[in-house]
């Protein structure tokens, strides 16, 4: 019993601790003076003595400031005081008025006062404690010294410092100009206002809606782009520039980084992150090279395709790579019955492994197994013991340059592993086979490009006669990948430069890796048998528009570009994927299916004939000479460059 006593007195000292007593006394003020105006000044038919007063005047304060106490009024932080504050202290004061008037009418006092005066009392005060906390909030979220009206706000937030025991960081903030006062950028600033520790301030909001142009949201200006000059942005202070827009047109996004990073601000972006993560929130990051592209990303997965890969038991071979590891972070997402995680690099391998377990635990079935695709031994093996559903085989050697003297292995890895996988899905009734391609396999100029083609070929093929479905999907540079020159760059400018292309008149197509990772789900779930996806890429991005992006996103000046001379095997201008008149359309207008003839078993059989046997001779150059016979299409570099400078 005495324990029990003992808690409760020590949890009531502790919730008097937390009392802001200063916001106490300014409400006695403020009663003090409604009780003198309606009680003194104000004449009425009740003939009150200064005892009549003072008796009405306590059983009133008494009855409010009890309620305030037992409604916690006063342990509330008023600076963030939303709407749910200012209802609760509504409702004690109204909860108090009745107590009031009750106590008046069981123990009816010498002097009375009408029940109208009663009500104006307790409603005039209630007003002026409403006032003095709206003031504190506003003075708290808009003072600031650049302007007279701010030093007012800030000497009211100084007077009324009682309210709240916050520190005043407003001079260490980063101060930022947020472009778009739209719903994302209003939300932001409030969090930003909000977040007494937040590192960043708003000074003003730009925007292109005349209807916002020249009023203040949440006491911010909101100023067109015309008014927010160099000038008046150095008058305010500004330090950085945050893009809070999520779906603005791509060529005006390029043209205000450009602006604003030209001018030497830091440009940041207020949107989702760009890589994988759960929390899936908004937050604020730097322009990274995904934003880059200067386009909205392309979402592509869906829940039709999400249920597809549902309670499937899916292998992913080259799945410690780029683009398998983020196949493996989206399927992850689709509840497979099992995955099944197959790569010769054991590192990449791994890292992806420690990624999904940490993220989902027990949730998901994981397997890694370390072999190569052209080990058939190990490969049958794992196809022994896992007997898996869907298989997507994005194993290959990618890299252009290295395999132009590297032939004999870009062919055994690409085309013979692809092979031993085509095969083993089929003694082992697979459901589907999906392959990841490339748009170096359209019309290729070089081993890798031509090698895919030929994986092209073999999948194709293998639809007509076999008993698993069978896709492929086509697409464009990755970004960021490790084949990329995004890495590449990031390298250079970390060294001071210089920054090298091979030509500054390259232009490239590209995607993000979950873009590349959505669209081979997604187009492996429509598939029927045999098809060959391709994905509309929008506009082709120039390579020395992309170095010189990335050296303004360092704010590193001085770095050089240098042109380094065309690559074995490389064009100018990579082949269009899309050309919707020779394409067949689906049910998602980004991607559509290449109208291409399957070549009969034999033919594919007579071609992989003349491979092995070139292969099998140990020249590079003769394994070349096989490849432009087995592949037609595939073209010396030279002559396709010549062609397009001419």
């Known amino acids: 019993m005495s324990s029990n006593l003992t808690r409760n007195v020590k949890g009531t000292i502790n919730n008097l601790s937390h009392i802001r007593w200063a916001l106490v006394l300014y409400d006695l003020i403020v009663f003090a003076v409604v009780a003198v105006l309606l009680l003194g000044f104000y004449g009425g038919i009740e003939n009150l003595s200064i005892e009549g007063m003072l008796i009405q005047s306590l059983l009133c304060v008494a009855c409010v400031e009890v309620m305030r106490f037992v409604g916690n009024i006063y342990g509330q932080v008023w600076r963030y005081g939303g709407i749910q504050c200012y209802i609760r202290l509504l409702c004690t004061d109204a909860v108090a008025f009745w107590i009031y008037v009750i106590i008046e009418l069981t123990f009816p006092p010498v002097w009375c006062i009408t ?75 409030e969090e930003l206002l909000n977040n007494s520790g937040s590192a960043y301030t708003p000074r003003c909001f730009i925007d292109t809606n005349k209807d916002k142009v020249g009023r203040e949201i949440q006491g911010i200006p909101v100023w067109s782009e015309d008014e927010a000059t160099m000038s008046r942005l150095l008058e305010h202070e500004v330090q950085e520039i945050v893009f809070a827009i999520p779906n603005m047109d791509a060529d005006k996004k390029k043209a205000l980084y450009e602006y604003y990073k030209d001018a030497g601000y830091k440009v940041k972006v207020y949107d989702y992150p760009t890589v994988y993560t759960e929390s899936g929130k908004r937050h604020l990051r730097d322009f990274d090279t995904d934003d880059l592209l200067f386009r909205k990303p392309l979402v592509v997965a869906s829940e039709q395709t999400s249920d597809y890969y549902t309670d499937k038991v899916i292998l992913i071979t080259g799945g410690g790579g780029s683009i398998g590891s983020e196949l493996c972070r989206q399927l992850a997402k689709m509840h497979p019955k099992k995955m099944i995680i197959l790569d010769i690099y054991e590192n990449g391998a791994y890292d992806i492994q420690q990624e999904l377990k940490i993220l ?52 055994e890895n690409n085309v013979f592993g692809t092979k031993n996988v085509v095969e083993l899905c089929e003694k082992y009734q697979v459901e589907h086979f999906i392959m990841v391609s490339t748009d170096k396999a359209v019309n290729p100029t070089n081993v890798m490009g031509a090698t895919k083609r030929m994986c092209e070929m073999i999948v194709q093929s293998a639809g007509t006669h076999g008993t698993v479905k069978y896709s492929a999907t086509r697409f464009g540079n990755v970004l960021g990948s490790a084949g990329s020159v995004i890495p590449l760059f990031k390298r250079q400018i970390a060294n001071g430069g210089p920054v090298t292309i091979t030509d500054k008149r390259i232009i490239r197509y590209f995607m993000t890796i979950p873009e590349a990772a959505q669209l081979v789900l997604q187009s492996g779930s429509m598939a029927k048998n045999g098809e060959l996806f391709v994905l509309d890429m929008g506009k082709p991005i120039k390579i020395l528009d992309l170095a010189e992006n990335m050296i303004r996103l360092s704010g590193i000046s001085g770095i050089e570009i240098i042109e380094t001379g065309l690559r074995p095997g490389e064009k100018l201008y990579e082949e269009l994927l899309v050309k919707t008149e020779e394409l067949d359309k689906t049910e998602n207008e980004m991607i559509f299916i290449e109208k291409d003839r399957a070549l009969p078993e034999e033919d594919i059989d007579e071609k992989l004939k003349l491979l092995k046997e070139a292969c099998g001779s140990g020249d590079d150059i003769k394994a070349k000479e096989a490849l432009h016979q087995a592949v037609p299409t595939f073209r010396c570099p030279e002559e396709v460059n010549k062609s397009i400078s001419d």
Not at 378 to 404: C, D, G, S, T, W
Request: net charge positive; glycine share 8%; with cysteine.
């Open 115 to 189: 029940f109208a005066r009663k009500l104006s009392i307790v409603s005039l005060n209630l007003l002026g404690a409403l006032s003095i906390r709206m003031m504190y909030r506003y003075a708290y979220k808009c003072g600031n010294s650049d302007t007279k009206q701010g030093r007012i706000l800030l000497w009211l937030l100084h007077t009324f410092s009682g309210l709240d025991r916050g520190n005043d960081r407003e001079g260490q903030k980063i101060k930022i100009a947020i472009i778009g006062a739209g719903r994302v950028g209003v939300s932001f600033a």
């Open 360 to 411: 989902y635990g027990e949730q998901i079935d994981l397997q890694i197994e370390i072999a190569s695709i052209t080990n058939c031994r190990a490969m049958e093996a794992v196809f022994m013991r896992y007997h898996p559903q869907i298989v997507i085989n994005a194993a290959a050697h990618k890299h252009v340059p290295l395999m132009e003297h590297n032939c004999i292995e870009a062919i």
